[in-house]
């Protein structure tokens, strides 16, 4: 969750923790400090966040600043979740705690009366241990069969057996609330928790009590919230009762990235590639993700995740290593890979109702016109003529799953065309992308040849894993 933590401090008793002149602060003064000093000395307290630095970061970094307990709503893959666990990095690397202690209660402020006693008698020979700030990181799913006990605690049977009266606050085993004390605790896809689980949260996040099988238990307990969740208008599944909305002092609504270069930055970020995945292909399944959202054929309601586009730069490298396990090439991605998007990538679109059956003709649709656009964007300006000339109505030029970026480039047509530079129109191409090695260069040749064929300058043939330009 964050960097590798370093040593762990080798204080073991209360004592010693005094004598090394440790100060206590409380988590939101913690987390505030911790925060205005890094934003102070220049440092990116968010790591791994793209497109939000001037929209969502600030809102956030406000919220903590004011102590609230903060709820994030968006449609899906839009970082949420993602956006939440970054907020460990604001916490102390090593926290002290009371060995022993359930709670994780720091020795300099003890919530419950059997830490408070144990201060008293046993003073500086208190021991006590240290939590690495992922530690005081809980998350949970929230789902429907979640329970009070889960979230907030239950008596238990067992110490009520060993002679425990039912009032004794030793009788309850704390829910995973209580148990982050010193703590965040995360809970995504808040709607979706019941009604009144939701209910047991309104002392926790406001009056900081635990109320368990009919007694309350004063409990200061040290603890932020924060929740994703997406609008009501798509969670069809529940919703955020009114009282609870009202805890959370600050509501935050994400989105997906605005510039096409913060999209390229999260897929190559997220997207765990098994080949090379050239920038340009990376930048057609961004645009074709971005056309998506803006599709009317496409239920806008639920959005199109940032992990259609990481799925589809997972396949793409998944058809290059494929090729080059049957071939012998080399495992870098080529556009010709993309076709392989549409078909496994269709489950994770929601399409409005009357576009029944059209589902695959759309996904072709805006990954044509993202590599449309992608081929404007770079070529723009260059004389394809020649080779589109070179096609003399017999010759023709082969790529596909089981071709390799040699075979290709051997199988291009002579051309006489040539940039101001001198240099040949295949070179132009590919210093346009700045293609490294044969296999990029086959890329971008690739890449031109379809941008002829979008723009009716060339006809294509596609079957049997192969694609005929001439």
Known sequence: ???????????????????????????????????????????????????????VVPQLERAIIAG??????????????????????????????????ELSEHPYAPITEAMRARVETEGDALPILWRHRDERYVEKLSTPD????????????????????LGDPETIHYGLVPRANRGIVALNELPDLAERIQVALLNVMEERDVQIRGYVLRLPLDVLVVASANPEDYTNRGRIITPLKDRFGAE?????????????????????????VPDVVLEILARFTRDLRESPAVNQASGVSARFAISGAETVAAAARHRAALTGDEPVARPVDTQAVTAVLRGKVEFESGEEG???????????????????EHFAGLDLGPLVDAFDGARTVTTGERVT????????PALDGADDEGAGLYDAI???LGAR??????????????????????????????????
């Open 1 to 55: 969750m964050s960097e590798r933590p370093g040593s762990r401090p080798t204080l073991s008793t209360l004592g010693e923790l005094r004598a090394s002149g440790h100060v206590y602060r409380p988590l939101r003064e913690e987390m505030r400090e911790n925060l205005l000093a890094r934003l102070a000395s220049g440092e990116n307290p968010w790591p791994g966040m793209h497109g939000m630095a001037t929209t």
């Open 68 to 101: 609230h307990d903060v709820v994030l709503l968006g449609e899906r893959g839009q970082g949420k979740t993602r956006l939440l666990r970054t907020l460990v990095g604001l916490l102390d690397e090593w926290s002290p705690a009371i060995a022993g202690s």
């Open 146 to 165: 979640t329970s009070v006990a889960d979230m907030i605690g239950d008596v238990d049977p067992m110490r009520v057996a060993e002679g425990r009266r």
């Open 252 to 276: 935050i609504r994400t989105h997906y990235p605005l510039e096409l270069a913060d999209e390229i930055a999260v897929v190559r970020q997220e997207a765990r590639l098994t080949a090379e």
């Open 358 to 376: 059209r589902e695959q003709d759309i996904l072709e649709h805006g990954l044509r016109s993202a590599t449309a656009q992608t081929v404007r």
């Open 405 to 412: 970026a040699r075979e290709l480039l051997d199988s291009l």
């Open 430 to 432: 590919a210093d346009r």
């Open 437 to 470: 090695g044969p296999a990029e260069r086959a890329g971008a040749i690739e890449l031109a040849l379809e941008g002829l064929y979008l723009v009716r300058r060339l006809s294509k043939d596609t079957g049997d894993g192969e694609t005929v330009y001439g």
